[in-house]
């Protein structure tokens, strides 16, 4: 393993298992992208999320913490934290939707100005997927990889049942292959790793 | 519904049985139906745990019909752990039995000689109350087996654990879902305990030989319930959101807006939330009791589904999917990230019969006064069974936040009328902050919880951007709320009729086929406006004044992070709530 580059882990699980790793997404995970965008430019153009479904399945979204009501007028910026819900229920589902109809009730909360970004070099942001975002846009953005913190990865193995190795079918490290089990014990906690996960094909025989 | 059955507790010669016409309570169901007796036949300044309170309890008024979601059930009384009138409500299969045996409500009254414990039967041809002193000090789990052993699995049952039977002031009342298991709990203001003082253990519903209720029209009923089921299924909350994560779905979104009250209300974000997450929850639970255990209704008729199974690490299972402010309770607010242990402590919370919410903040409590360290998910185990088992510490913390925070002299203590906050913090989501302030029944996220304030149009609209209106918008959810307590319908529809009118008017449409009434929205403010001012007008002569009205001093003084806010509404606002 290279000391200086990103480490790659590859995970090869059964079919139907994937979205076992989905709550890891609500945890966040690391996204390079050039700057000098609002949040609905971000996720859009950036991170290939359909303008419709982030208008219309994507009821509650949040920049630093803050709810945010017009998406299109909140920047992004270096180290800046975005997460996506669906709609959620009652009162506080209601309160935290964006442009909702109590709005009002969580104005302490809410996202105020537009804020700046400059243009220019790649920053990094945080993307945190919630529930029904993170089943229907967790898979594509697992398939194609995600920098989470090797400490976060570790502990999300080690949390598991026994038996959640039997959803592996194999693993790699940058090409080089690894026990899935003893996956924790070989990646590195104090840095980010690309994790990419496979869905394997029907079991042979 | 055309009868209350009234069972004098304190009669001579042992409890008697009277079985009346609903008389000026005809067309009154759940919350409409226990707050009105309450009101008009409990002495408000009477000691709760005495023979002059009443426990009032009224399935909703189209439980016992076929239309969806209308099975729950209301429980009324003088609570004794806020002074003030309580309603607190429930899922399980009891509401519907009793709509179908035409029992419109229970009413416990008078007091038993001490040291009897009784069981109640209902049935189509008879209601009899016995002595059954071998239910003494069984926990709901125990006493829903014997049940089961002796009249069947197809009856229902509505019991309190040990803590009831002490009297605590955090005991909860036990319904049986449809698994025959005591899961659904009339948890809030310590229901449990005036059925402890009135010496009923358990109530066994069978409703063998009862038709469902017949609708006035039909045809109108059957058209609107599938247009009723039809909204319900395809808004993404109550078709998809809920089925698929429970209410947990909320720890996420709340925890990332930074009012996630964190350790005894002292931060407003938890670390390690996600590893309590509804997420991680339904993965666990469908990884465990495969595809679909995070996936279940609470009663027959339910079509949301929010509910699940949890199972322990072996595969059995230890509890009904724990609710959002159960894992908020015990997990978050205490500092405990282990959500085994949370559905451990949910576990002996039902069998107990204990307020989860009240459990959770009593619990955080005794953490802030060193009792054991936040975190301690043990110790928070070895607390809760301190409670059943009756200790001095035990009875204590089974009466709730308030009374934990006085014996151990604690300051930050997060309760309304003496009932501990629910999972939110009001710093963060200010306008909930109203509503627990104001509500009649102590601070209860679900007194304010019908989003359909726009749909109805109380008060006029209002702008949802503007930066004034919560105060307006708190009085409006809560008198859509009222409302709909008294239906019978669970509050989760509200998601579906505040986006959809024609749901809205499919709900409508529903109660009027039923009743024969011509209900429109401005009836259903009308009543949800009445049950409010009764409510008020009792609190207000059991000696309530608009100090209490208010949030605990810290929410106004201390800071909470992320966001650094205090909350701000003013005394002169939060007064202005029941001015309509």
């Known amino acids: 393993m290279d000391a200086e580059t990103t480490p790659r882990l590859t995970l090869t699980v059964t079919p139907g298992s994937l979205s076992r790793f989905l709550p890891l997404l609500g945890q966040g995970f690391t996204v390079q992208r050039p700057a000098g965008a609002s949040v609905e430019g971000f996720?859009?153009?950036?991170?290939?999320?359909?303008?419709?479904?982030?208008?219309?399945?994507?009821?509650?979204?949040?920049?630093?913490?803050?709810?945010?009501?017009?998406?299109?007028?909140?920047?992004?910026?270096?180290?800046?934290?975005?997460?996506?819900s669906a709609a959620m229920p009652g009162l506080a589902g209601a309160v935290l939707r964006k442009g909702g109809a109590y709005a009002a009730m969580r104005r302490q909360i809410s996202h105020?100005?537009?804020?700046?970004?400059?243009?220019?070099?790649?920053?990094?942001?945080?993307?945190?997927?919630?529930?029904?975002?993170?089943?229907?846009?967790?898979?594509?953005?697992?398939?194609?990889?995600?920098?989470?913190?090797?400490?976060?990865?570790?502990?999300?193995?080690r949390r598991q049942d026994r038996g959640f190795g039997k959803i592996g079918r194999a693993a790699d490290i940058d090409g080089r292959p690894v026990d899935f089990e003893k996956v924790p014990e070989i990646i590195p906690g104090n840095r980010l790793v690309l994790l990419a996960l496979r869905p394997a094909g029907p079991h042979p025989g | 519904m055309d009868k209350i059955l009234r069972i004098n507790m304190g009669a001579a010669g042992g409890p008697q049985v009277k079985s009346e016409s609903v008389g000026s309570y005809a067309g009154l169901g759940g919350r409409a139906l226990t707050s009105t007796i309450i009101a008009k036949e409990v002495p408000p300044l009477c000691h709760p745990l005495g023979e002059d309170n009443k426990l009032v309890i009224a399935p909703g008024l189209l439980s016992g019909s076929a239309a969806a979601m209308s099975g729950r059930i209301s429980v009324g009384c003088k609570s004794p752990l806020t002074g003030g009138i309580k309603e607190s409500n429930a899922g399980g299969m009891a509401s519907q039995m009793l709509g179908r045996l035409g029992v419109a409500a229970i009413v416990l009254e008078g007091k038993p000689k001490e040291g009897m414990l009784y069981k109640l039967s209902i049935s189509k041809d008879k209601v009899e109350i016995k002595p059954d002193n071998s239910l003494k000090m069984l926990g709901n789990y125990a006493v829903a087996e014997k049940m089961k052993a002796a009249h069947g699995d197809k009856v229902s049952c509505i019991s309190i654990g040990q803590a009831g039977e002490m009297k605590l002031t955090g005991a909860s009342i036990a319904f049986t879902d449809m698994e025959f298991r005591p899961t659904r709990h009339a948890g809030r203001g310590g229901v449990g305990a005036v059925m402890g003082s009135k010496g009923v253990k358990v109530i066994v519903v069978d409703d063998t030989g009862c038709p469902v209720r017949s609708p006035k029209d039909p045809g109108k009923f059957?058209?609107?319930?599938?247009?009723?089921?039809?909204?319900?299924?395809?808004?993404?909350?109550?078709?998809?959101?809920?089925?698929?994560?429970?209410?947990?779905?909320?720890?996420?979104?709340?925890?990332?807006?930074?009012?996630?009250?964190?350790?005894?209300?002292?931060?407003?974000?938890?670390?390690?939330?996600s590893k309590i997450s509804g997420e991680t929850q339904a993965e666990t639970e469908n990884a465990r009791g495969g595809e679909g255990s995070a996936t279940h209704g609470c009663h027959r008729g339910c079509v949301i589904r929010c509910s699940g199974t949890f199972y322990d690490k072996d595969g059995h299972y230890l509890t009904k999917q724990p609710e959002y402010e159960t894992v908020w309770a015990h997990g978050g607010n205490c500092g405990i990230d282990d959500i085994d242990a949370i559905a451990m402590l949910d576990r002996l919370d039902d069998?107990?019969?204990?307020?989860?919410?009240?459990?959770?903040?009593?619990?955080?409590?005794?953490?802030?006064?060193?009792?054991?360290?936040?975190?301690?998910?043990?110790?928070?185990?070895?607390?809760v069974k301190e409670v059943g088992q009756g200790?001095?510490?035990?009875?204590?913390?089974?009466?709730?936040?308030?009374?934990?925070?006085?014996?151990?002299?604690?300051?930050?203590?997060?309760?309304?009328?003496?009932?501990?906050?629910?999972?939110?913090?009001?710093?963060?989501?200010?306008?909930?902050?109203?509503?627990?302030?104001?509500?009649?029944?102590?601070?209860?996220?679900?007194?304010?919880?019908?989003?359909?304030?726009?749909?109805l149009g109380v008060g006029g609209k209002v702008n949802p951007l503007k930066a004034e209106g919560q105060i307006e918008l708190s009085r409006n959810l809560q008198i859509a709320t009222t409302a709909i307590d008294a239906t019978g319908m669970c509050l989760f529809i509200a998601f579906a009729i505040l986006d959809q009118p024609e749901t809205f008017q499919?709900?409508?449409?529903?109660?009027?086929?039923?009743?024969?009434?011509?209900?429109?929205?401005?009836?259903?403010?009308?009543?949800?406006?009445?049950?409010?001012?009764?409510?008020?007008?009792?609190?207000?002569?059991?000696?309530?004044?608009?100090?209490?009205?208010?949030?605990?001093?810290?929410?106004k003084k201390e800071k909470l992070p992320p966001h650094n806010l205090t909350f701000l509404v003013k005394d002169s606002e939060l007064d202005q709530v029941y001015n309509w």
């Open chain 2, 506 to 555: 499919a709900l409508l449409d529903l109660i009027n086929a039923f009743t024969g009434a011509k209900m429109t929205g401005d009836d259903v403010t009308a009543l949800g406006k009445n049950i409010l001012k009764l409510e008020r007008e009792f609190n207000h002569k059991a000696g309530f004044t608009k100090e209490q009205d208010r949030l605990p001093d810290f929410f």
């Open chain 1, 112 to 157: 105020a100005g537009p804020g700046d970004s400059r243009a220019g070099g790649p920053v990094s942001v945080t993307i945190k997927l919630f529930n029904l975002v993170a089943r229907e846009l967790g898979p594509g953005f697992l398939e194609q990889g995600v920098l989470i913190h090797g400490a976060s990865l570790q502990d999300f193995f």
């Open chain 1, 43 to 84: 996720l859009c153009r950036a991170c290939g999320i359909a303008r419709d479904y982030l208008r219309e399945r994507v009821q509650t979204v949040f920049l630093n913490g803050k709810a945010i009501d017009d998406l299109a007028a909140a920047m992004v910026n270096d180290g800046s934290t975005i997460a996506l």
């Open chain 2, 222 to 273: 059957k058209e609107a319930n599938q247009n009723w089921v039809a909204g319900l299924r395809k808004h993404a909350v109550t078709g998809q959101g809920l089925p698929t994560y429970g209410t947990n779905v909320l720890t996420n979104v709340i925890n990332e807006a930074g009012a996630y009250p964190t350790k005894n209300f002292m931060w407003g974000r938890f670390d390690t939330c």
């Open chain 2, 391 to 455: 200790t001095p510490l035990g009875r204590v913390l089974g009466s709730g936040a308030g009374l934990t925070g006085r014996v151990f002299g604690v300051e930050r203590v997060p309760v309304v009328k003496n009932q501990a906050l629910p999972a939110y913090d009001p710093r963060g989501i200010q306008g909930m902050g109203v509503t627990y302030a104001t509500s009649t029944q102590g601070a209860d996220h679900t007194a304010g919880y019908a989003v359909t304030a726009n749909v």
């Open chain 2, 351 to 383: 069998d107990f019969g204990l307020d989860t919410i009240e459990m959770g903040a009593a619990i955080g409590v005794a953490m802030e006064a060193g009792l054991i360290q936040f975190g301690d998910a043990q110790g928070a185990i070895n607390l």
